[in-house]
């Protein structure tokens, strides 16, 4: 049971690595795309809960907390399909690995804590890893800053989405569920706004953009949550906090098998991924041996 849990966490793992590909294969921008793609997965979430007698109604101070971390999520996506769609999905896959070093500097002033120097330090071989992309591939900057606003919003999310579920106590499918619902509130009266400012951009979904958003809502948005909590039935939540690191590389590797985006990527990428990937490395190592010392 436990090898089929591990199996299960990197099939999520896998299927959430995948999502930065339908920045590329959709031809809408940024925001309709995130828009249909949440009110979708909104809609079959909400039939999966029901179905297995979870749906159930909160209190509507609840109900803002928690649509308000949903916000933040919408954000984040926008920013991160425009990364993709700006530059590449390798770029928009690299700019999310500064989650660590925006919850490095954030997380101790919401938990009103001291930092940690270890957490910095090793962030920081993430900051040079972009900085190092950032200073010698003057082609994907526009990307690149978007990119680091949408890890910069998923930091926020994250410690958003973490406090609000330890104050109202609700379960992590019920979190999603409302925050889908707020990210779609949000962008769908964005929408005509972006439509208005971009109007050389498509909002309209072609036939072939429609059968990517149904398996991009259902299969690589709401799959990998419904694999994740039955993995963590079996796995404690640090092993598969650790796991989740491997994501971007997942995304990076099927860009360049489907895009072959390997072609457009120089030197100076490889150094920034191998500094990157580095940092990762050390964290999950310096990590386990905490654990395994307390």
């Known amino acids: 049971m436990r090898n089929n849990a591990y199996l299960t966490l990197h099939l999520s793992i896998l299927l959430a690595g995948g999502t930065g590909l339908f920045g590329r294969l959709i031809s809408i921008g ?6 249909i793609r949440v009110i979708l997965a909104a809609i079959i979430f909400a039939l999966v ?3 297995n007698g979870r749906l159930h109604r909160i209190p509507l101070r609840n109900v803002a907390r928690i649509m308000g971390c949903g916000v933040l ?3 984040h996506w926008v920013f991160y399909y425009g990364s993709i769609k700006y530059a590449n ?3 928009g896959a690299v700019c999310f690995a500064l989650v660590g070093f925006f919850t490095a500097i954030l997380e101790p002033l919401f938990a009103r804590r001291r930092p940690s ?3 910095l330090l090793l ?4 900051v040079a890893g972009i900085a190092m992309i950032f200073g010698f591939d003057a082609r994907h900057r526009t990307g690149i800053i978007i990119g680091v606003l949408s890890s910069f919003f998923y930091t926020l999310f994250s410690l958003g989405s973490k406090r609000t579920q330890a104050v109202t106590g609700h379960k992590s499918s019920t979190m999603l569920m409302y925050e889908l619902i707020g990210s779609g509130v949000v962008l769908t009266l964005a929408t005509p706004l972006y439509a208005k400012l971009f109007p050389e ?3 309209i979904p072609t036939k072939l953009d429609w059968c990517y958003l149904a398996l991009f809502s259902s299969v690589f948005t709401i799959g990998p949550f419904l694999l994740l909590f039955r993995a963590l039935r079996s796995i404690p939540a640090f092993t598969v906090n650790l796991s989740y690191n491997l994501e971007p590389v997942y995304t990076i590797l099927a860009a360049m098998i489907i895009f072959g985006e390997a072609n457009e990527l120089n030197a100076s990428f490889w150094i920034g991924i191998s500094l990157i990937i580095l940092s ?3 964290q999950t190592k310096l990590s386990q041996k905490i654990r395994l010392s307390s």
């Open 280 to 282: 990762v490395v050390l």
């Open 123 to 126: 962030s920081l071989l993430t």
């Open 89 to 91: 999905v390798s770029i």
């Open 49 to 51: 809960m029901q179905f």
């Open 73 to 75: 999520l919408a954000i």
């Open 30 to 35: 940024e925001v309709p795309l995130v828009c």
């Open 201 to 203: 951009t498509g909002i």
């Open 117 to 119: 120097w270890r957490e």
